[in-house]
């Protein structure tokens, strides 16, 4: 697809590669020539210095063929102006990032007046993602398919693990409809498992399976923890800021550390239930009067990765709160998923895959039978939803006959509502989804999957 991007930063640069990956057609457009000669530069893509909120601009970057313009730089107002000028010159579709709190609840009300398709909130998107982890403490990310009905989680596996030292065919024997579908090894490496793959203590493994049933899965293997009843967030920024809000609402305790008086003061007006207190959150002795020791959960949300990181690091050497880091610069991501800090969030990250799920959506009225996708295992793994068309050859053929690419796991099947951990005797039909996991990038239909 042709694909218009406004804004190189850091937003737009990540979406600019991972679309480039996917052999998507990309324009830059950015009013800074030296980051859009920056990102060409990088990528095989075309760059237009320029505002791309006027005809002119969006002329020249070829806007009458574009199938999507993303608006993504730092302005709401210019993303919001961009894709109303972009649609009524010809865009098929529009994607604006908008990031201020107060225009979320009026986004539905001008969606269609302004020709949007989809509009995006990083920090609400990255809020959402730590509200979804804190269901399952002891998870390190948690992702769903099947409109809820599918759950993938990642966790690790303790020297104590009933699986530690199970061969992965051994886990049938819990009863529940799961499957583990991925492996990450502490040196890094990622598995597409067998039944003969033997999970050991250190590795991070993410299974996948009905939503009712994991629950009890976590219960039998001893990951279940209590939920959570109260969390201290130092940073009450606008992640901060939807994160409390979100849990005050499911009755859980928030105690909010910030340290500007003038936010200290808008946070107790826009949240009443919460304690906010002003201070610094890399204060030990602060920490511990706000009482970090007995906190369910933990998360350090500054504008700095290092406090944050350094603060997660803290408190994880003296409490068993769940710990939940958000950190904005990507190239570091393989060092830090080595340290003790918890679940990791990447807010740019967040936003770019809620993108791209959109994106395959469309590529599904153009051929593309992809109905969700998720990046699993610090972005080393996707998970793919995809329909199952009549016209397709996987139809009424068992698993076990099927000749699979490498790498691919063909996790649950979606038949009406009831899910499927598959064997290699089940069968695909007509109708279903199916959810495969892979090592491989740019899987477009469901055929992809053979060799």
């Known amino acids: ?209 009905d939503s009712s049933h994991i629950p009890k899965f976590l219960s039998q293997i001893g990951m279940m923890k209590n939920t959570v009843r109260d969390i201290i967030i130092v940073g009450g920024g606008r992640i901060g800021y939807y994160l409390a809000k979100q849990l005050i609402a499911s009755d859980v305790s928030v105690r909010i550390v910030e340290n ?37 959960a933990f998360a350090s949300l500054t504008g700095l990765d290092e406090e944050n990181i350094m603060m997660s690091l803290y408190v994880g050497s003296m409490s068993d709160a769940k710990l939940l880091t958000k950190v904005t610069r990507i190239p570091f991501t393989n060092v830090i998923s080595q340290l003790n800090v918890g679940s990791v969030f990447f807010p740019v990250l967040i936003a770019a895959e809620n993108i791209i799920r959109y994106v395959r959506a469309m590529q599904n009225s153009y051929g593309s039978n992809v109905e969700t996708l998720c990046r699993i295992v610090d972005d080393k793994a996707e998970a793919l939803e995809f329909s199952v068309k009549s016209s397709s050859p996987l139809i009424d053929i068992p698993l076990a006959d099927l000749s699979l690419r490498s790498n691919i796991l063909i996790g649950t099947i979606n038949r009406g509502g009831e899910i499927i951990i598959p064997g290699g005797s089940d069968i695909i039909r007509p109708g279903d989804t199916v959810i495969v996991i892979t090592t491989n990038r740019g899987l477009n239909v469901l055929e992809d999957i053979l060799r």
């Open 1 to 209: 697809m042709k694909i218009i991007i406004i804004g190189s930063g850091k937003l737009g640069r990540t979406l600019a590669e991972q679309l480039t990956q996917e052999d998507h057609e990309i324009t830059m457009i950015d009013k800074n020539a030296s980051r859009v000669q920056y990102v060409v530069d990088r990528l095989d893509i075309m760059g237009i210095h320029g505002n791309g909120a006027t005809v002119p601009v969006l002329e020249e970057a070829g806007v009458s063929d574009a199938d999507l313009v993303i608006a993504a730089t730092a302005e709401d107002e210019l993303n919001l102006l961009a894709c109303l000028i972009a649609k009524r010159v010809g865009a098929r579709n529009t994607i604006a990032r908008v990031r201020n709190p107060e225009y979320i609840d009026v986004m539905s009300l001008v969606k269609e007046d302004l020709g949007l398709s989809l509009s995006i909130n990083p920090e609400l998107a990255c809020a959402l993602e730590m509200s979804r982890i804190l269901k399952f403490p002891s998870m390190i990310t948690v992702d769903t398919f099947a409109k809820g009905r599918v759950e993938i989680l990642q966790f690790e596996i303790g020297k104590g693990s009933p699986l530690a030292g199970m061969k992965l065919r051994e886990v049938s024997r819990f009863k529940k409809r799961i499957l583990v579908c991925a492996v990450e090894r502490p040196d890094g490496s990622v598995h597409i498992p067998s039944g003969n793959f033997t999970i050991h203590a250190g590795d991070k493994i993410s299974i996948v399976g």
């Open 260 to 296: 500007n008086m003038e936010r200290c003061h808008q946070l107790a007006d826009l949240l009443p239930k919460a304690d906010i207190l002003f201070g610094d959150g890399t204060d030990q002795q602060l920490l511990i009067e706000a009482g970090i020791e007995k906190a369910d």
